[in-house]
């Protein structure tokens, strides 16, 4: 099992690496996840140079891919080179995620026609320009395809991949985890109530 998060230059920390923190609280037998770049790096908009740990042609084959966020995400959409690749993302086989201005990316791939979406208050008029819906709320999904708003909404997106993936239980067990101490009821409590009416019922692991 594949969940790749899409990383680019100017790249958001906090969208990718709490996805991939919370992601990696789950460990079974061929189960990997990575930062898919377009290039062997990239640097975060706080400076942060990460390498390559799949190709974006690789992201598009996993089972899971989360597009995550980052001050250059207009000029990701405006690369002829890039959005050819993504245009492989295909919800029909895979989870389809973005995080903050990702949902950009997915209203620029057609991914999010009829479907609303979360994101960012700097991302929310260019999304809104390209004809989505914004919702003023951290989650929504729809089938395949979630979107959230705001970088701690971020657990929320990686436990709905965990959720569809593997079930309730690993994705309880990763909140728990990451949750603050002495606050871990709760804060579990309030992810649950933004994720499970967007989880197929009962929640189990997708086939």
Excluded at 14 to 20: G, K, N, T, V
Excluded at 75 to 88: N, Q, T, Y
Excluded at 178 to 187: C, L, Q, R, T
Aim: proline share 6%.
């Amino acid at each position: 099992m594949h969940i790749a998060i899409l990383t680019f230059e100017g790249y958001n920390e906090l969208d990718s690496l709490i996805a991939l923190g919370v992601l990696n609280r789950i460990k079974t037998d061929g189960r990997r996840v990575t930062l898919a770049t377009p290039s062997p790096r990239v640097t975060s908009m706080n400076g942060v140079v990460i390498e390559q740990m799949s190709t974006l042609e690789e992201a598009c084959a996993a089972d899971a891919v989360i597009v995550g966020s980052g001050i250059a995400t207009r000029e990701v959409v405006e690369d002829p080179a890039i959005m050819k690749v993504l245009r492989g993302l295909d919800p029909s086989r895979q989870l389809i995620a973005a995080q903050c201005s990702g949902a950009l990316v997915l209203a620029k791939l057609g991914l999010l026609n009829d479907i609303p979406a979360c994101t960012d208050l700097t991302t929310r008029p260019w999304v809104v320009a390209a004809g989505v819906e914004v919702l003023d709320q951290p989650f929504y999904a729809k089938d395949n395809i979630a979107t959230a708003g705001g970088c701690l909404a971020s657990p929320y997106l990686a436990a709905w991949v965990i959720a569809r993936l593997e079930g309730h239980d690993a994705a309880e067990s990763a909140l728990h985890y990451v949750a603050p101490v002495g606050e871990k009821e709760e804060y579990i409590e309030r992810a649950w109530r933004n994720i499970t009416p967007y989880l197929p019922s009962p929640v189990q692991a997708l086939a």
